[in-house]
């Protein structure tokens, strides 16, 4: 037996996020199911209110929904001569839930990884070299995963500050090798803060 055409497209359509199979949709869809009909305009709603509203922050390449520049960049009080590197929004809001770093962030997109066909132009590096040149850098804060691509990341965007006045860091104590930012807790991400480590 085969469910009706509108459940089933339900289930097709929550297998397409990460780590969802079948049974795990067929449960989400019946949950889906049993919401109230304003519970289910709701979460319609959020979805495309997602993908309508939601745009990257010109300046970082953080999300933003009011504005072209998110609120960190518009943020006055924060130190305007740091910049913290991550690879994605969700590494950057670790950082900002730990509440161990008030500067600026520069959100990467993504890591270089020649074997995925990912080069440095693919990702948000030259914006991030002309943001040093503009913005008066003093020190770069490289928080990328410790793997293969983001050790060749991290080298790359060190070779290209070769020369000039800003100190290159990066995060250090307190991250195993291997180990993925996004299971790291706020107390790890506050000590490898503090004991980050100059590169130049």
Partial sequence: MKYPKSLDE????????????????????FAVLQFSEENANKFS????NVKNKIIKCKVCNNLTEDNDECSICRDDTRDNNTICVVENVKDLM????????????????GLISPLEGVNPEDIKINE????????????????????????TTSLYILKLLEGTDVSVTKIAAGIPVGADMEYLDSLTIQRALEGRNKLS
């Fill in 10 to 29: 339900l289930i097709e359509s929550f297998k397409l996020l990460p780590g969802i199979g079948e049974k795990n949709a067929e449960r989400l869809s």
């Fill in 128 to 151: 991030l070299i002309k943001r040093i040149e503009k913005e008066d850098i003093k020190e770069v804060i490289l928080a990328l995963n410790i793997s293969m691509e983001g050790e």
């Fill in 94 to 109: 670790l950082f900002e839930k730990s509440n161990a770093y008030k500067g600026k962030y520069h959100v990467l997109g």
């Fill in 45 to 48: 709603d959020s979805i495309k």
